[in-house]
Nanobody, 125 residues
Framework: VQLQASGGGLVQAGGSLRLSCEAS????????LAWFRQAPGKEREFVAS????????DYADFVKRRFTISRDNAKNTVNLQMNSLKPEDTALYYC???????????????????WGRGTLVTVSS
């Protein structure tokens, strides 16, 4: 069971990045997926979640209208398109998965049991 995140990097404020997370070792379309982030000195926090077939999406207030979560069940990937990036978006970004029911999204970090390694996003001012 593995999640592998990629796509992080250095970008100027106002720019865009697209994170991807590839899954292996489990039935991808049975799982709710999410992105979390952890800034230096802060706790890990919820960013976005997407239901099993992608029909329901949920976002943290601070990323609404800037970030978009999507998934491709044929490719076992979940993506996070990040636009209008701000310096305060600088963090390690993690993808996570948990088996769920149709139409479900999950915000609680404690409910996820599959985690990938983080990918670093740095936004310069």
């Amino acid at each position: 069971v593995q999640l592998q995140a990629s796509g992080g990097g250095l970008v100027q404020a106002g720019g865009s990045l697209r994170l991807s997370c590839e899954a292996s070792g489990f039935s991808f379309d049975d799982y709710v997926l999410a992105w979390f982030r952890q800034a230096p000195g802060k706790e890990r926090e919820f960013v976005a979640s997407i239901s099993r077939v992608g029909t329901v999406r949920d976002y943290a207030d601070f990323v609404k209208r800037r970030f978009t979560i999507s998934r491709d069940n044929a490719k076992n990937t979940v993506n996070l398109q990040m636009n209008s990036l701000k310096p305060e978006d600088t963090a390690l970004y993690y993808c996570a998965a948990r088996q769920g029911v149709t139409g479900q999204t999950i915000k609680s970090i404690d409910r996820y049991d599959v985690w990938g390694r983080g990918t670093l996003v740095t936004v310069s001012s």
